[in-house]
């Protein structure tokens, strides 16, 4: 059972930046395309990146491109999240998930079927 814990969240000012992290367990991490979402109070889960794991390709959310950075290292099965230039639009709740579809596009949530808890992030203006 693949299992997915974020860490890295915290309260930062406007401009500053932040990396998450997602360790992963319970199968071949190097099979899995990762992705960040997140959810901000009274709002739907929105995709913010997403990165597949056959070929390594990257796929970003329109409100974060060129400021968001996904990576993963296999051998240390951890997927991380790099936020710079942080907007007090980027507070939500972030949550990291695993499946093994291959990522053509931008994905969605059902096409991710293990998720872990969710990272606070607070951006202040």
């Known amino acids: 059972q693949v299992q997915l814990e974020e860490s890295g969240g915290g309260l930062v000012q406007s401009g500053n930046s932040l990396r998450l992290s997602c360790v992963f367990s319970?199968?071949?991490?190097?099979?899995?395309?990762m992705a960040w979402f997140r959810q901000a109070p009274g709002e739907e889960r929105e995709f913010v990146a997403g990165l597949s794991w056959n070929n390594g390709r990257a796929y970003y959310g329109d409100s974060v491109k060129g400021r968001f950075t996904i990576s993963r290292h296999n051998t240390k099965s951890t997927a991380w999240l790099q936020m710079d230039s942080l907007k007090p639009e980027d507070t939500a709740v972030y949550s990291c998930?695993?499946?093994?579809?291959?990522?053509?596009?931008?994905?969605?949530?059902?096409?991710?079927?293990?998720w872990g808890q969710g990272t606070q992030v607070t951006v202040s203006s």
């Open positions: 319970g199968s071949v991490f190097s099979r899995y395309s």
């Open positions: 998930a695993a499946d093994r579809v291959i990522l053509v596009g931008p994905p969605r949530e059902i096409d991710f079927g293990s």
